[in-house]
């Protein structure tokens, strides 16, 4: 990021005031092999913003800032019933997005901010017509530089396209592999991760790696949850991977333990990790495990985080689940102690937030001094008008189901890329969906 760019009057030119407006945009042709879309203008009053997909407003983007621990809906797609899965942000003024619409799921469609205005640049052409059942993510490490990758969900084949200097360029197909799992934290936007021209991709658990030029599968002595990667230094590329290890295996019953793994020297080097233990007699069905790993530009350092856990109802004293929470320099590991919050993380919704704290989650933000905040959603977007409101019989919640998330480099501000659900507009069963890309700007130091 350009660190001489107005604080945040740039970061997505186009926004939505919550509540009152919703964002989606004019077509034309960009001669870049995709469609642009012009900001307009003026803001439109609520009754038209209500009306989503028509008189999208333009709204100066200092003033929808997010503000009181809040998110603020900034951008609105304008494609109906599709959702967004993955996000790459390399700058204010270089914002990757990717969905799938309702009636084409295999077949992923791309939006793209260059500072001024959003684009729909064309996926890669294998790709357009869509096919067998698959997962999209986007990595990106540059400006311009875009990796898009397919992981069938048959067999687990890989598929990635390297976009530089607006064309798309597939790699060769990397080699096919048989993980021991699919781990729970190879969720959307988790799974792939890019530094230098190095390139990391979870399938089964296993990490196939693109050094440049050529696909490896280096040892890793334990399936891979999560991964997560920071610029390279100095050209070495740098990244890191997080799961958990079976032990204890003997006559009585395994007790899975966090493991990691930095990326040193052109393999996997297993890292020093703490463990977790209840104190006997240890409940059944114990475990502790690593779902999460994110680096921190901020303070160049790398969080893990966890579930310590047992199944629970089977004993008559039960002791207290924990999560797990790791910090270091990328080497080595100190344990961190923090409430539990009684439920999972994942690496696709905890982000940095640029002041040396974590959004954990959508709902929880751990500050640098390591005090826990609630997040609060956003507002209430406009129902969709296509609906008669005489015919919503029940004012039900509106979910914003959050994908991915990122911290724009250099700023304060995380991105939240997912899908609003309509709930209070069909009385059948499938309400409405809108892409929907939110912010978060963080108060306080930075």
């Not at 990021?1 to 009152?20: D, E, K």
């Not at 869509?130 to 969900?153: D, H, I, K, M, Y």
């Not at 640029?354 to 905040?373: C, N, S, V």
Request: charged share 25%.
């Amino acid at each position: 990021m350009n660190a001489s760019l107005p604080t945040r009057r740039t970061l997505i030119g186009l926004a939505v005031v919550a509540g009152a407006s919703a964002l989606t945009g004019c077509a034309k042709d960009d001669g870049s092999g995709g469609k642009g879309r012009k900001q307009p203008s003026p803001i439109p009053s609520a009754t038209d913003a209500a009306r989503l997909g028509e008189a999208p407003p333009a709204v100066d983007t200092a003033s929808a800032r997010s503000t009181g621990g809040a998110w603020r809906y900034t951008h609105l797609s304008p494609e109906h019933n599709a959702s967004y899965h993955a996000l790459a942000v390399t700058s204010r003024d270089d914002v990757w997005l990717l969905g799938t619409r309702e009636k084409q799921p295999f077949a992923p469609f791309l939006e793209h901010w260059d500072g001024k205005r959003w684009s729909e640049p064309a996926p890669p052409e294998e790709l357009k017509a869509g096919g067998r059942p698959s997962s999209f993510t986007l990595a990106a490490n540059a400006s311009g530089e875009v990796w898009l990758v397919q992981r069938s969900e048959e067999g687990g084949q890989l598929a990635v396209f390297h976009r530089r200097g607006g064309a798309w360029q597939r790699l060769p197909d990397p080699p096919a592999v048989r993980g021991d799992r699919w781990p729970d934290g190879t969720t959307e936007g988790a799974w792939c991760v890019a530094s230098g021209t190095h390139l990391w991709v979870n399938l089964h658990g296993k990490v196939v790696h693109w050094d440049g030029k050529r696909w490896n599968v280096p040892p890793l002595p334990f399936p891979a949850a999560a991964l997560a990667a920071a610029p390279a230094e100095d050209g070495t590329p740098r990244a890191w991977v997080a799961g958990s290890v079976d032990t204890g295996c003997g006559q009585g019953e395994c007790y899975p333990q966090p493991a990691t793994a930095r990326w040193a020297d052109g393999a996997w080097q297993r890292l020093d990790t703490p463990s977790y233990h209840f104190p006997a007699p240890v409940p059944p069905e114990a475990s502790a495990t690593l779902d999460t790993i994110v680096h921190d530009p901020v303070s160049d350092r790398v969080w893990a985080l966890g579930r310590h856990d047992f199944n629970h109802g089977e004993a008559d004293e039960e002791p207290d689940d924990e999560t797990i929470v790791l910090t270091g320099d990328g080497a080595t590991w100190t344990k961190v102690r923090m409430p539990d919050l009684g439920r999972a993380l994942t690496t696709a919704t905890t982000a940095p937030e640029g002041t040396g704290g974590l959004l954990l989650d959508a709902r929880t933000r751990r500050t640098e001094d390591g005090e826990i905040h609630e997040l609060h959603k956003p507002d209430r977007l406009p129902e969709p008008s296509e609906v008669p409101k005489s015919k919503r019989k029940y004012d039900f919640k509106q979910p914003f189901d959050i994908a991915t998330t990122r911290l724009i480099p250099g700023t304060r501000t995380v991105l939240a890329a997912g899908v609003v659900i309509f709930n209070n507009s069909s009385d059948t069963g499938n309400p409405p969906r809108r892409p929907v890309l939110a912010r978060y700007d963080t108060e306080g130091k930075g």
